[in-house]
């Protein structure tokens, strides 16, 4: 059974920085995407960064280029979303999610939410003013 796990949400002053962790346990092989997501209240969910696992290629929404690095750490098994320069408006609940069968999709699949079986259960960021 694959568990996505996330970690490392807080309250941080705007302008701050904040690093997101996530893990993902269960896969049968090491081709799988993960991907970070947010979601503000009263809006939809939106996507950040995806990173796939078997070759670290990343890759970015055009809106969160710049600020945003996502990252792993093979010997921890884990996946990073660092943020920097953050905003009151990205005050968000932000999710981890995995999915094995949008590898053979291609890249330009990594956003389509609907492509992501397994998701953390979320993560809280608070942005203050």
């Known amino acids: 059974e694959v568990q996505v796990v996330e970690s490392g949400g807080g309250l941080v002053q705007a302008g701050g920085s904040l690093r997101l962790s996530c893990t993902a346990s269960g896969f049968t092989d090491d081709d799988y995407v993960i991907g970070w997501f947010r979601q503000a209240p009263g809006k939809e969910r939106e996507g950040i960064a995806y990173?796939?696992?078997?070759?670290?290629?990343?890759y970015y929404e055009d809106s969160m280029m710049g600020r945003f690095t996502i990252s792993k750490d093979n010997a921890k098994n884990t996946k990073y979303l660092q943020m920097n320069s953050l905003k009151p408006e990205e005050t968000a609940v932000y999710y981890c999610?995995?999915?094995?069968?949008?590898?053979?999709?291609?890249?330009?699949?990594?956003?389509?939410?609907?492509?992501?079986?397994?998701w953390g259960q979320g993560t809280q960021v608070t942005v203050s003013s």
């Open positions: 990173l796939s696992n078997r070759d670290g290629r990343t």
């Open positions: 999610a995995a999915s094995a069968r949008v590898v053979k999709y291609g890249s330009t699949w990594y956003g389509r939410i609907f492509m992501y079986d397994y």
